[in-house]
């Protein structure tokens, strides 16, 4: 790597280590800006409804089935209700029959890979990970997770997506800057 013009290393001395060099990330890496897009998912009256009265009543119906949910699990319950699904006390998932912001990931990700893009999703449930799948095959699109044995060349090469929570894909994720630039939460 080269240093920008003007940057200067500084050296420490502690008592552990004779030398330590520190470099901000700022000082060498010429880096665009990031950009986000925000795209809201309008749900569906009855998933909306559910959601309210979970959220206000600690209590949701999905397709006939009633969980009641404690005011401490309140917040991941809602995180997984808007998904479409929901894990009861066992932690089994339960599905309704569609979930509109799966649904819309799936058309993003089949839209961007139509266009040449790669795609690294991020979830943050198993059953959002399982149901995501399903909606990419029924779409046509290739993916790996990474339980996929060499999953980063796998992607590089083969898959227009790729599937992971970010702790499990938390270290060789600068290799995938090289090729994808799409990234969904």
Excluded at 10 to 15: A, F, M, R, S, V
Excluded at 90 to 95: T, Y
Aim: glycine residues 4%; negative net charge.
């Amino acid at each position: 790597w080269k240093l920008k013009k003007g940057v200067t290393l500084y050296t420490l001395i502690t008592p552990i280590r004779k030398h330590i060099f520190t470099l901000a990330a700022d000082d060498w890496l010429d880096m665009p800006e990031a950009t986000y897009n925000t795209h809201p998912v309008k749900l569906a009256s009855a998933e909306y409804n559910e959601y309210m009265r979970l959220a206000t009543m600690l209590q949701i119906n999905l397709d006939g089935n009633v969980f009641a949910i404690r005011e401490q699990a309140k917040q991941a319950k809602l995180q997984t209700a808007c998904n479409g699904f929901i894990y009861d006390k066992d932690g089994i998932p339960h599905r309704a029959a569609h979930s509109s912001k799966l649904t819309q990931v799936a058309e993003f990700v089949a839209s961007a890979v139509a266009e040449g893009e790669k795609v690294l999703i991020f979830y943050a449930f198993r059953e959002e990970a399982i149901w995501l799948a399903e909606l990419l095959k029924k779409e046509g699109i290739s993916f790996v997770s990474p339980n996929t044995p060499n999953f980063i060349e796998r992607f590089e090469n083969e898959a227009d997506c790729l599937i992971g929570h970010p702790a499990s894909i938390g270290h060789g994720i600068d290799r995938l800057q090289q090729f994808c630039r799409v990234v969904v939460w």
